[in-house]
């Protein structure tokens, strides 16, 4: 079972729809860092991964 997290969750101002998956933690966080670059964050920081990780649910 992979796992998923919605951007709107992490970020509601976004309004963005995207859904972020990935088989593992792991691969989540390494495409929501990628999913980031297209809002044009260029650093994560820190808090932005606690809030991904905080709204992870599995798929």
Same mark, same amino acid.
């Given at each position: ?16 729809? %995207? ?11 390494? /495409?929501?860092q990628?999913?980031?670059?297209? %809002? ?14 905080? /709204?992870?649910?599995?798929?």
């Amino acid at each position: 079972m992979g796992k998923v997290v919605d951007c709107a969750k992490v970020d509601p101002s976004t309004g963005c729809s %995207h859904v972020v998956r990935g088989e593992t933690e792991e691969a989540l966080m390494k /495409n929501a860092q990628e999913h980031a670059k297209e %809002h044009g964050l260029v650093e994560v920081t820190p808090e932005l991964m606690e809030r991904v990780r905080a /709204n992870i649910r599995d798929e």
